[in-house]
């Protein structure tokens, strides 16, 4: 079972293989994969730091302690109908976003969010909303 974090859910939709640091972004892909190839793998929603955080890189600004990622986990999970702790396997959350979410709601709940220029969250909400799941990282 992976513990993540709110905003997570959503980072894994537009996750293409680019990352933080070399270390971070083999802990992504390595369970970004496994949701992929197992979408039946449970996932326990946490408050705050999570499994992809523990990979962050020690250099500057620890942003997994910023008041404004809680904020956009917060968001992120009611959007999508979840709270903190519950468990589900990442098949649920996919049923959950095809429910709840749009693509443009990126551009609300992760305003502030460095990666969402690249568009690569609202493709990956497209792929979930057309039965896709997620992208082969490459």
Not at 8 to 32: D, P, Q
Request: charged content about 25%; some cysteine.
């Amino acid at each position: 079972m992976y513990k993540l974090r709110g905003h997570h859910l959503f980072c894994l939709l537009g996750y293409r293989g680019m990352g933080y640091s070399k270390e971070y972004v083999e802990n992504m892909t390595i369970l970004h994969q496994t949701l992929k190839n197992d979408p039946f793998t449970k996932i326990k929603l946490v408050n705050g730091p999570d499994q992809l955080c523990d990979k962050y890189p020690n250099s500057g600004e620890y942003h997994c302690q910023n008041n404004s990622i809680y904020e956009r986990d917060r968001a992120i999970l009611e959007k999508l109908g979840l709270t903190i702790g519950q468990i589900l396997s990442w098949r649920d959350i996919e049923m959950h976003i095809q429910k709840y979410v749009v693509p443009s709601d990126i551009q609300t709940v992760c305003e502030t969010c460095s990666w969402r220029s690249y568009g690569v969250c609202e493709e990956g909400i497209r792929d979930v909303l057309k039965g896709k799941g997620l992208r082969e990282v490459k």
